[in-house]
């Protein structure tokens, strides 16, 4: 076992920079354990290694013994060495620091904004002239390329709401805040998200200025953005490509052959045989294009697309054809080469020509009848709807995804009252409902009273929204169950009952889509912002709004405003509140109010 006296050395040693020290044996006490004159120790708690050695001054006349002790460096592959820092690559979604070329000064107006993309470029610098990398460029030193290497990044620009918070834009302005800068000039920053701001806080300098991590991501041995492929995938849709290619030429090749048949039959054997050119010609024009897609992006991309563009030859050789062969018959001596091909000729071959465009129709057309697309359904833009209506079908899909509504009798009408925070809107639906019989609310699930089926509903995800208490919850049937009423006895097309939502802006986004009800939507809301503040004050007066206790009243009302803003952005982009009322709290604001909801009984 070590002696003491010999590890309070040997830790002494571990703090020395110097290479050696001698201990007098004068100074070593005669308890003192002596190593051997060519031994070693490795300290546990550093991992250090030393080795000792002792000897006597015999040829001295002091006849002093000495203890010396030499550092061994460690072994740079053991895991104790100290690792290099990891590289700062950058990310999409990083928060980075760049400038505007109009800010004015002499970089710019210094601004924050969020990473979207990355992208790379392919410059002269390594690449060929035709954005190919070549292999003169590839044969060239590798440190060379590697810094050569340059990357563009899309921003989107943040909002400076001070004290070194930046939000989000409003999604209308968003698309006016994008920006592209190399990514050499942008820098990364250090920010947290703040919930209660709806902001991220950046930190800054005594001076007021953006702290950055550092001035420039580490490019160096940056390789782009990672993108994962699963090869599996890859193989199975390169099986399903050449199934494609192989059927689209032999599908063209076939309605050739029968297409020179049948004007074989009405025009003679010699347009037939043009016809029969034209398709031969339209295989080549497929073949040639299969030719630049199977190439692409791969190192014969060039080679590729030069012989791809051979397709374009494709018509013109099939007219000097018929041509040639019209001047092999000697009846059109003394013309120009393309005066013999006659009309007829010229139709044929441009109708053989285009033969593999009707495989491609066909088949359009077969995965339609397979989807059980009706024939409204193939036809494009108005005549398609016309055709929906014609045929009574609850909705028709046009060509840009829009949906149209043609029978809005078999709908369940549903007044849906939303708005943004403090307009009271809750006491002014509460006095709708008060004040018209044939206007109901939707009966919630109530936890308490009906544990089980909360508790399912709610692992399913079959909430609409649970209250804040997490007591009651919504669900998409109690809203149809309280719709569904029995038809007036009159025989009219209204309904005896409405059911009436109040929605927050949360609740009013899951329910744009809800399937089997015509909404119609009212949006409640004040004149200004400040009248916004004024409700909030109120509301932390009354006790109703209460301030979490590490934030500040500032910043409490500042995220509010910004939440408030936000909702009022949903209201006006949603596109499906037809009512707009202004609530001031008097009679005016509830006959408005039934004014919406008589809408929903015509």
């Known amino acids: 076992m070590t002696h003491p006296c010999l590890f309070i050395l040997l830790v002494i040693l571990s703090s020395k920079s110097t290479l050696g020290f001698v201990v007098p044996s004068s100074q070593i006490s005669s308890n003192a354990v002596r190593i051997p004159s060519s031994s070693a120790y490795t300290s546990g708690a550093t991992g250090r290694t030393y080795s000792y050695r002792t000897s006597s001054d015999n040829d001295d006349t002091s006849s002093s013994s000495q203890l010396y002790a030499e550092y061994v460096p460690q072994d740079p592959g053991s895991p104790t060495v100290a690792k290099k820092s990891k590289s700062l690559h950058p990310q999409v979604g990083d928060l980075v620091r760049y400038y505007d070329l109009d800010g004015g000064d002499q970089k710019g107006q210094e601004l924050v904004g969020k990473i979207s ?3 790379p470029v392919l410059s002269k610098k390594n690449s060929g002239a035709d954005g190919n990398s070549s292999s003169q460029s590839k044969n060239n030193n590798n440190n060379n390329n590697e810094n050569n290497k340059e990357f563009l990044v899309d921003l989107t620009q943040l909002e400076d709401t001070g004290d070194g918070y930046y939000a989000e834009f409003s999604s209308q302005k968003r698309m006016g805040k994008k920006a592209n800068r190399n990514l050499k000039f942008v820098s990364p ?14 930190p800054l300098t ?12 580490d490019l160096d041995d940056y390789e782009g953005p990672i993108f994962k492929v699963d090869q599996g995938v890859v193989a ?9 290619k192989f059927n689209l030429l032999k599908n063209a090749a076939i309605a050739g052959l029968a ?4 004007v074989n039959i ?5 347009d037939g045989a043009i016809y029969l050119a034209g398709a031969v010609a339209s295989v080549g024009y497929l073949f040639f294009l299969s030719v630049k897609t199977d190439t692409i992006f791969s190192d014969d991309a060039k080679i590729g697309s030069g012989v791809a563009n051979l397709r374009f030859l494709m018509p013109i050789l099939l007219l000097v054809g018929v041509a040639l062969y019209n001047q092999s018959q000697g009846e059109y001596a003394g013309t120009t080469t393309f005066d013999t091909v006659t009309p007829e000729q010229f139709g044929c071959a441009v109708l053989g020509f285009l033969t593999y465009r009707v495989p491609l129709f066909l088949g359009q057309v077969q995965d339609a009848l397979k989807e059980e697309v009706d024939a409204g359904g193939l036809l494009p833009g108005s005549a398609g709807i016309a055709m929906q209506l014609m045929k009574g079908d609850a909705a028709a899909t046009t060509a840009s995804g829009a949906t149209l509504i043609a029978n809005q009798d078999q709908l369940l009408p549903v007044l849906l009252v939303s708005g943004p925070q403090f307009t009271g809107r809750k006491e002014l639906v509460q006095k709708l409902l008060e004040s018209d019989d044939r206007l109901v609310s939707p009966r919630l699930v109530d936890r308490q009273q009906d544990g089980v089926t909360f508790e399912r509903l709610e692992d399913r995800g079959g909430f609409l929204q649970v209250d804040p208490s997490g007591r009651y919850g919504l669900t998409k ?9 029995p038809m007036s006895d009159t025989g009219g097309s209204g309904c005896d009952k409405v059911v009436v939502v109040d929605a927050d802006v949360g609740l009013a986004r899951q329910m744009q889509n809800l399937s089997g009800t015509r909404l119609v939507g009212v949006w409640v809301g004040l004149k200004t912002v400040a009248e916004f503040e004024e409700q909030l004050e109120a509301g932390l007066e009354a006790g109703t709004i209460v301030i979490p206790e590490d934030e500040p ?8 405003v910004k939440e408030i803003v936000q909702e009022i952005d949903f209201g006006l982009g949603s596109g499906i509140f037809e009512f707009t009322i202004l609530n001031d709290g008097s009679e005016k604001s509830l006959e408005e109010l039934k004014d919406a909801a008589e809408y929903c009984f015509k």
Do not use: C, W
């Open 117 to 119: 993309y990355i992208v």
């Open 189 to 202: 920053i250090v920010a947290s998200y703040v919930r209660a701001e709806q902001a991220y806080k950046v």
């Open 206 to 217: 005594n001076d007021g200025q953006l702290r950055v991590r550092q001035e420039t991501y």
């Open 236 to 244: 199975q849709d390169g099986l399903v490509y050449g199934t494609l």
């Open 259 to 262: 297409g020179s048949i049948v």
């Open 266 to 270: 009405i025009k003679g054997p010699e």
């Open 477 to 485: 049937e109690a809203i149809l169950e309280a719709s569904q009423q």
């Open 553 to 560: 009243k500032e910043s409490f009302m500042r995220g509010k």
